[in-house]
């Protein structure tokens, strides 16, 4: 098959274009001018410089193609631009989904994620339950904006779409904000633990490769619609398990929900400001993902992807070395 991937040289684009190195495949990627492209041109992948804003570059990445894989997106819980936040994520996904449907391809996997679900009233929650009245991230809006577009396209012009919801992604090279965290706490850049009462939903970045890889190939997987993530974990075992995988010690306080979300209002008014990062991450968008949570099922992917969930502690450890290992790169 010939696949056309945009956000190779992202997170979750990285372990997915490790699956397809190799296959049998031939892969086009759509980079940026400042992407790091040289482990996609050892893969012997033929690239496409451009952008989800150029859709000229994306009917000519397209042209010819199979599947196409959309994993482009502006996650971040700050920005001092917002409104690339509806560019990137509306906007982009919204040219993917036209220039897809011209291109006339045979199946289009869409990288959206469990934040567009916000906290709906079913607990755990799946696929079919109605989001939550509310969204707690410019991130969360803007994607939730992208996922009712991409299923306009599927519903009223026959775009052959499969929807995939992972939650919080662990693994090796996460630099992102899930990432971040777990390197602030082995750094012992962190002054507290936060929400040891919220629980969310994690997730291995190779288990989400394989599901879109088996969403790709299966038959029977047009139209349909897969949270991925297996292990619950509020804000305190998470923390333990990352205390126990790397062995360092976590600070001993802890900040009340209401101070953090305090703080996380201020420091987001300094940032808006300087235009530099809120400390530690702590912005609003992020507080409030933290604090509401979001615990589902995924069990459906296992059931029809054929997936198998990898225990979140392996997801942590090849995270945690990966963080050591630039560590001594540095």
């Known amino acids: 098959m010939k696949i056309f991937i945009s956000g190779a040289t992202g997170f979750i684009g990285k372990a997915l274009v490790k699956k397809l190195a190799g296959s049998g495949h031939e892969v086009c990627c759509l980079v940026r001018?400042?992407?790091?492209?040289?482990?996609?041109?050892?893969?012997?992948?033929?690239?496409?410089?451009?952008n989800v804003n150029d859709p000229e570059s994306l009917c000519l990445g397209m042209e010819g193609c199979d599947w196409v894989i959309h994993l482009a997106?502006?996650?971040t819980m700050w920005h001092p631009e917002p409104v690339q936040f509806t560019r990137?994520?509306?906007?982009?996904?919204?040219?993917?989904?036209?220039?897809?449907?011209q291109a006339g391809v045979s199946k289009v996997i869409y990288g959206s994620t469990a934040a567009v679900y916000g906290k709906p009233v079913d607990l755990p929650f799946n696929e079919e339950s109605q989001p939550g009245p509310k969204l707690f991230s410019e991130y969360g809006r803007t994607k939730a904006l992208a996922n009712q577009l991409a299923w306009q396209f599927y519903h009223q012009h026959g775009l052959p779409l499969v929807v995939l919801y992972p939650g919080i992604v662990l693994g090796a090279?996460?630099?992102?904000?899930s990432g971040k965290y777990i390197s602030d706490i082995i750094h012992r850049r962190v002054p507290a633990t936060i929400f040891h009462h919220s629980t969310a939903t994690y997730v291995y970045?190779?288990?989400?490769?394989?599901?879109?890889?088996?969403?790709?190939?299966?038959?029977d997987t047009t139209g349909e619609k897969?949270?991925?993530?297996?292990?619950?974990?509020n804000g305190k075992e998470y923390v333990e398990l990352i205390r126990e995988v790397s062995g360092v010690s976590l600070p001993w306080f802890t900040f009340p929900d209401f101070m953090v979300m305090a703080a996380s209002y201020f420091l987001t008014g300094f940032s808006d400001i300087t235009r530099r990062p809120p400390p530690w991450g702590l912005s609003i968008d992020a507080s409030w993902t933290l604090k509401m949570g979001f615990q589902y099922d995924g069990s459906k992917a296992e059931r029809q992807l054929g997936i198998s969930y990898t225990p979140i502690r392996q997801a942590l450890s090849e995270a945690i070395a990966?963080?050591?290992?630039?560590?001594?790169?540095?």
């Open 173 to 177: 090279g996460d630099y992102k904000p």
């Open 73 to 75: 997106t502006l996650y």
């Open 205 to 219: 970045v190779g288990d989400v490769a394989d599901a879109i890889l088996h969403a790709a190939e299966r038959q």
């Open 88 to 101: 990137v994520n509306v906007e982009g996904t919204n040219n993917v989904m036209q220039a897809a449907l």
């Open 33 to 50: 001018p400042t992407s790091r492209v040289e482990a996609l041109r050892e893969a012997g992948f033929h690239l496409v410089t451009g």
């Open 322 to 330: 990966s963080y050591r290992a630039q560590d001594l790169h540095a």
């Open 226 to 233: 897969y949270l991925l993530g297996h292990a619950w974990l």
